[in-house]
C-alpha cells in the first residue's frame, strides 16, 4: 500500500527540476524568430522551393556531421514512420508552402493563418495521442491566438493577399501540426539528434526536383541572400529543431505547440532592434498577448496531469 503513493511524485519532481527541456524550448522559440528576419533577405534572391531545399541541405550537413562525431548511428525502426512522415510535412511540405504562402499574402495575413497550428496540434494530439485538453491549455491557446491575430491585423495594411496565398498557408499550417503530431510517438525510439537528422534528410529528399532552380538561382544570389539562407539550415532548422525534439520527448505536443505563440512577439522585438522597424501599439499589445496566453497554457499542465500520467503512461508520456 505504502509502495504506490511515494512513486508518484518521483518522477514529475526529476521533471521539474530538470532546467534543459525549458531551455531547449526557449532556444528553439528564439531560433525560429529569428528565422523570419534572414527569410526576408534570402527570399528577394531565392524562390520558395530552391530556399527550402538550399535551407534543408545545410542543415542535413550540420546534422549529418554532428551525428557523426557522437557516432549515434540509425534510429531504431520503429521510429521510422514517424520520421518519415514528418519529414515529409514537416520539413519538406511545410517549408515550400510556408515561403510560397508568404509571397503570396502579406506578413499580417500569414501570421494569423499559420497560427491555427497550435491549435491543429493540441486537437490532433488529444486525438491521436490521448494527451487531452487541459483546460489552462485551451484557455492560453485561445488568448495567443487573440494576440497572433491582432499582430496579424496590425500589419497587414502593408502588402497584398490572395487565395492561393491563403490556401497556402493553411497548407503550412496543417502539415506543420502533422509533423509534429507524427514526430511526437517517433521520440520514444530515437534520440532528439536522430529523429531530426533523418527527418531533415527525408526533406531534403523530398524538395530535390527543386536542384536545378536553386543551382540558377544561387549563381545570381547575393552573398548576403545565399548567407542567410545558410544560417535558416545551420540555425532556425539543425539546432532549433534539435531542441524542439528534445523538449518535445519530455512533455506533450499540445504544450510544446503552445510554445510557439511566443514567436510573434519575439519577432516584433527582433525586428525592432535589428531592423528599426518601431512597432506600432497593437503590434505591441498582441505580441504581449501572445505572451500572457503561453504562460497561462504551461502555468499548472504538470500539476493537472500529475494523477493522469502516474496512472496511464500512454496519456502522460515522456513529460512524466
Given amino acids: 500500500m505504502t509502495t504506490t503513493p511515494k512513486a508518484l511524485p518521483d518522477a514529475p519532481a526529476s521533471a521539474r527540476h530538470d532546467w534543459r527541456a525549458p531551455a531547449a524550448a526557449c532556444t528553439t522559440v528564439i531560433l525560429w524568430a529569428s528565422a523570419f528576419v534572414s527569410i526576408r533577405s534570402a527570399g528577394e534572391a531565392y524562390s ?6 538550399g535551407r534543408l541541405l545545410a542543415g542535413s550537413l550540420t546534422l549529418g556531421v554532428i551525428l557523426l562525431v557522437r ?42 493563418v499559420v497560427n491555427i497550428g497550435p491549435i491543429l496540434i493540441a486537437l490532433l494530439s488529444a486525438g491521436l495521442l490521448g ?6 491549455l485551451l484557455v492560453g491557446m485561445a488568448v495567443s491566438f487573440g ?15 490572395s487565395v492561393l496565398g491563403v490556401v497556402l498557408c493553411v497548407v503550412a499550417a496543417v502539415a506543420y501540426a502533422g509533423g509534429v503530431v507524427s514526430q511526437k510517438p517517433a521520440l520514444r525510439h530515437g534520440s ?13 529528399v ?13 549563381a545570381d544570389a547575393p552573398v548576403s541572400a545565399t548567407l542567410n539562407m545558410v544560417y535558416l539550415g545551420v540555425f532556425p532548422t539543425a539546432l532549433a529543431f534539435t531542441t524542439w525534439a528534445y523538449a518535445l520527448a519530455r512533455t506533450t505536443a499540445g504544450r510544446m505547440g503552445a510554445t510557439t505563440y511566443a514567436v510573434p512577439a519575439l519577432v516584433v522585438l527582433m525586428s525592432w532592434l535589428l531592423l528599426d522597424e518601431v512597432p506600432a501599439l497593437l503590434t505591441v499589445a498582441g505580441g504581449l498577448l501572445c505572451l500572457a496566453g503561453v504562460a497561462v497554457s504551461r502555468g499548472r499542465a504538470r500539476a493537472a496531469r500529475t494523477p ?10 515522456p513529460e512524466s
Fill in 48 to 53: 520558395p522551393g530552391a530556399l527550402a531545399l
Fill in 71 to 112: 557516432r549515434e548511428g540509425l534510429p531504431a525502426r520503429a521510429a521510422w514512420p514517424g520520421i518519415v512522415t514528418s519529414g515529409v510535412l514537416w520539413f519538406g511540405l511545410y517549408m515550400v508552402a510556408l515561403n510560397w504562402g508568404e509571397q503570396q499574402v502579406d506578413a499580417g495575413t500569414a501570421a494569423m
Fill in 131 to 136: 494527451e487531452g485538453l487541459p483546460r489552462r
Fill in 147 to 161: 494576440g497572433a491575430a491582432v499582430v496579424g491585423l496590425s500589419m497587414s495594411g502593408h502588402g497584398s493577399s
Fill in 192 to 204: 532528439a539528434l536522430q529523429i531530426t537528422t533523418f527527418g531533415c534528410l527525408i526533406g531534403t
Fill in 206 to 218: 523530398a524538395c530535390l526536383p527543386f536542384t536545378g532552380v536553386l543551382v540558377s538561382e544561387a
Fill in 308 to 317: 493522469v500520467s502516474a496512472s496511464s503512461p500512454q496519456s502522460g508520456g
